[in-house]
């Protein structure tokens, strides 16, 4: 017993020691990294570039918004304020008119938002999107409440999406997608050979609709007459090139012209008439 206690005691002595190898891993890692030259990018001169996916600012397309009113419910920090109006227009063949909705007004916060991005998320419509703008701090709390036109504006900077990555799966065809969803029937009529179709349950016969009493017709309403108008050429090219000279990207700066030029198609528009 005592010559095993022994033994046990002298085996861990036999071990190699390796007391200052994980310290010389660590400074040549440093060493490494503190010859490396440092790169320091001169900024505002030089903008970054920033890949497509940035979470930078939540842009708003105006005309894919049919306001549903699901972003502002499912907002955490009920920091988004929609107001809307309805309007019936008449439709081009007769009949019922149809009663729309008009997005009057749509803000964000940013003094609340908090940047989960459930808003872009739950949209149905692809009327909310990730813009990489950052540049929108103010010097008052209060301004950073931007409106739909401030909104419409950072579209213009919302990049494409990247290529697929190289390996990944091929999302299949519409097209088959459609004949794996469309039922038996489909399976049937595309293969007739495997049998015939199943019977399809006999019609359950219903009383015929009971005429009601014939109401006297309602005056519609007039219909809001929309005037068409195209972009102002002349404050587009005007605006376009003094934001160039600003130092404005292209496409920020084409927007922005693009909206400055409908303004004042509208404000003539209005005028004339």
């Not at 306001?67 to 502002?72: I, L």
């Not at 809307?84 to 009949?95: D, N, Q, R, V």
């Not at 950052?134 to 950073?144: A, G, M, R, T």
């Not at 931007?146 to 290529?163: C, D, F, Q, R, S």
């Amino acid at each position: 017993m005592a010559v095993d206690e022994r033994d046990a005691r002298q085996a861990p002595e036999a071990e190699p020691k390796s007391t200052g190898l994980g310290l010389l891993k660590g400074l040549s890692v440093t060493l490494k990294h503190a010859l490396r030259p440092s790169i320091t990018q001169q900024y505002p001169q030089e903008k970054p570039d920033l890949p497509p996916r940035t979470r930078g600012v939540i842009a708003l397309k105006e005309a894919n918004c049919t306001v549903c009113y699901k972003c502002s419910r499912e907002c955490p920090d009920w920091c988004i304020y929609i107001d809307a109006h309805k309007e019936t227009h008449e439709p081009a063949s007769g009949g019922k008119g149809r009663s729309m909705k008009v997005l009057d007004r749509f803000a964000i916060d940013y003094a609340l938002c908090m940047y989960c991005g459930i808003c872009v998320e739950v949209c149905p419509f692809d009327a909310l999107f990730w813009s990489p703008e950052f540049e929108y701090s103010e010097y008052d709390i209060v301004e950073l409440t931007h409106e739909k036109e401030k909104l419409e504006e950072w579209t213009y900077a919302v990049l494409p999406p990247p290529m697929i990555e190289d390996g990944a799966e091929v999302p299949p065809e519409p097209s088959a997608v459609a004949q794996d969803t469309a039922g038996p029937a489909a399976a049937y009529a595309a293969a007739p050979s495997a049998g015939p179709a199943p019977a399809a349950a006999p019609p359950i016969a219903t009383p015929p609709p009971v005429a009601a009493p014939a109401a006297p017709a309602a005056a519609a309403p007039a219909p809001v007459e929309h005037a068409e108008v195209t972009v102002d050429q002349e404050t587009y090219d005007r605006v376009l090139a003094e934001l160039l000279e600003q130092g404005t990207d292209r496409r920020v700066a084409e927007g922005r012209a693009k909206r400055a030029g409908m303004v004042a198609a509208r404000a003539k528009a209005e005028g004339g008439s």
